[in-house]
């Protein structure tokens, strides 16, 4: 357990200091019990993989670096054994970090590489309300196996784990409103579709719902985010209050004269 503190560090690490993490996780993960030790976990909910390491055999390496296709052309050069490795291409580009290394085993060397590529990662997240905020994710890597006893023979892939910009997807609606009882009143189409557009304008609203009237029956037809289509709701609700209040203002006007 001793090798786990070491790489709690978020810190940028030059190639030295990957360096002797490698070498000092290593030297901690071989002073554990060879039997039962985890070589690693593949994606939630699977259960632990567990190996003997005396399966497999005891190496030297010096890489300077690279991908995980070369990483696995140096170790098969090292042990003399031919590894069952599978690489995806959208993680073959990942850049492993230098380091030299002595008398280890395989699944020593990937369970370290995953320590020091963990690190914290801030992603934008877009919630319910349109609002962006700042979530924390872990990015690592690791070669995998689904083996519960791993030996020369198994199959191996390599996987990143990676946040993602997580985007929630805003459901759209279609709305409907009858604008005959304002045109009536002297107002036009463009009058209400200007204070409309003048309300999202204002709110910073980027992506506009859709509006279109339709003449035949006097309807204004809106598509977008429902919160956005408030705004129409807001305005044609204000509209109406001032209709009724001129109407009332005249009524007093008239009872006044007739009086």
């Known amino acids: 357990m001793a090798g786990v503190f070491l790489y709690k560090e978020h810190k940028p690490n030059t190639p030295m200091k990957i ?4 070498t000092l996780g290593l030297l901690a993960i071989s002073l554990m019990p060879i039997f039962g030790q985890p070589i690693g976990v593949g994606y939630a909910g699977q259960e632990e993989i567990n190996a003997q390491a005396t399966n497999f055999t005891k190496f030297n390496l010096d890489f300077p670096g690279g991908t995980p296709g070369q990483l696995v052309t140096a170790l098969e050069k090292a042990t003399g054994e031919s590894l069952n490795v599978i690489i995806l291409d959208v993680d073959a580009n990942v ?4 380091f ?15 320590a020091v590529s963990t690190k914290t990662e801030y992603v934008p997240m877009l919630n319910s309300q349109g609002f962006t905020s700042m979530q924390s994710f872990y990015d690592s890597y690791e070669f995998y196996t689904l083996d519960h006893n791993p030996g020369s023979n198994s199959v191996w892939y390599f996987h990143v784990d990676r946040p993602g910009i997580m985007v929630k997807t805003r459901e759209k609606v279609c709305r409907f409103y009858q604008l005959a009882p304002y045109l009536e009143g002297g107002l036009t189409v463009n009058d209400i579709t200007t204070a409309i557009k003048t309300g999202w304008k204002m709110m910073g609203v980027t992506s506009s719902p859709e509006v279109s009237f339709h003449k035949e029956t006097k309807l204004l037809i809106a598509v977008g985010e429902p919160d956005k289509l408030d705004v129409i709701d807001n305005v044609l609700k204000r509209l109406s209050q001032g209709k009724t209040g001129e109407k009332s203002a005249n009524g007093q006007t008239e009872k006044s004269k007739t009086e």
Do not use: A, G, I
Not at 19 to 22: D, G, I, N, R
Not at 95 to 98: D, E, G, K, R, S
């Open 19 to 22: 360096s002797k993490y490698l």
């Open 95 to 98: 850049q492993l970090p230098p």
């Open 100 to 114: 030299k290394l002595k008398n280890v085993r395989l699944p020593e060397l990937f369970r370290v590489l995953r």
